[in-house]
């Protein structure tokens, strides 16, 4: 069982909007800065979305992040076929004293 | 660009030990933490420990402490996973990661490594 809680799964068509959301609790997510990282299918992950809302350079303005108290959500507008991945939430866990991830979200665009 | 090249994994015994290496490029080696994070077969990302620039400060998952020990050789480049005791959950794909603070825990992941895939299998 995961610390953070993503759904397992997620699918919509492209062109379309999709949120994955990331539950946690006032240790984590509720304290700390949330990230999500994508990975495509056979490579390493990528940072996606740092500090909750903000993203690196290179990554389309399609990906935005959100937090509100324990939980944090990762919006992709415009669907293109190359977004297919997994996805994870990750943030500092205080009680733990290390770093939490989700247990990831396949994204499928239809 | 930097580059982080993780080498040492292998198919070892249960029981057994592993290190793992990474060599890091193109960034000033000693400013930032890193970390060693792995995913299992059918399983998401899992943190396994972080180490600071300085290497002073040490961070273990529970599911590795007491087994696993990371270090750094700061005029090397270069961050290492001493695994020993393994057993067959720890088998993995094992990534190298870059925070983006000297601190363990104060960012995030900017940069990963490949990964090297360790096996525990008898």
């Known amino acids: 069982q995961s610390v953070l809680t993503q759904p397992p799964s997620a699918s919509e068509t492209p062109g379309q909007r999709v949120t994955i959301s990331c539950s946690g609790s006032g240790s984590n997510i509720g304290s700390n800065n949330v990230n999500w990282y994508q990975q495509l299918p056979g490579t390493a992950p990528k940072l996606l979305i740092y500090?909750?809302?903000r993203r690196p350079s290179g990554v389309p303005d399609r990906f935005s992040g959100s937090k509100s108290g324990t939980s944090a959500s990762l919006a992709i507008s415009g669907l293109q076929s190359e977004d297919e991945a997994d996805y994870y939430c990750?943030?500092?866990?205080?009680?733990?004293?290390?770093?939490?991830f989700g247990g990831g979200t396949k994204l499928t665009v239809l | 660009e930097v580059h982080l090249l993780e080498s040492g994994g292998d198919l070892e015994q249960p029981g057994g030990s592993l290190r793992l290496s990474c060599v890091a490029s193109e960034f000033t080696f000693n400013d930032y933490a890193m970390s060693w994070v792995r995913r299992a077969p059918g399983k998401g990302l899992e943190w396994v420990s972080s180490?600071?620039?300085?290497?002073?400060?040490?961070n273990y998952a529970d599911s590795v402490k007491g087994r696993f020990s990371i270090s750094r050789d700061n005029s090397k480049n270069t961050l290492y996973l001493q695994m020993n005791s393994l057993r067959a959950e720890d088998t993995a794909v094992y990534y190298c990661a870059k925070e983006a603070s000297l601190v363990v825990g104060a960012s995030y992941f900017d940069y990963w490594g490949r990964g090297t895939l360790v096996t525990v299998s008898s």
């Open positions: 990750a943030t500092w866990e205080d009680s733990l004293n290390g770093w939490v």
């Open positions: 500090s909750s809302t």
């Open positions: 180490i600071s620039g300085t290497g002073g400060s040490k």
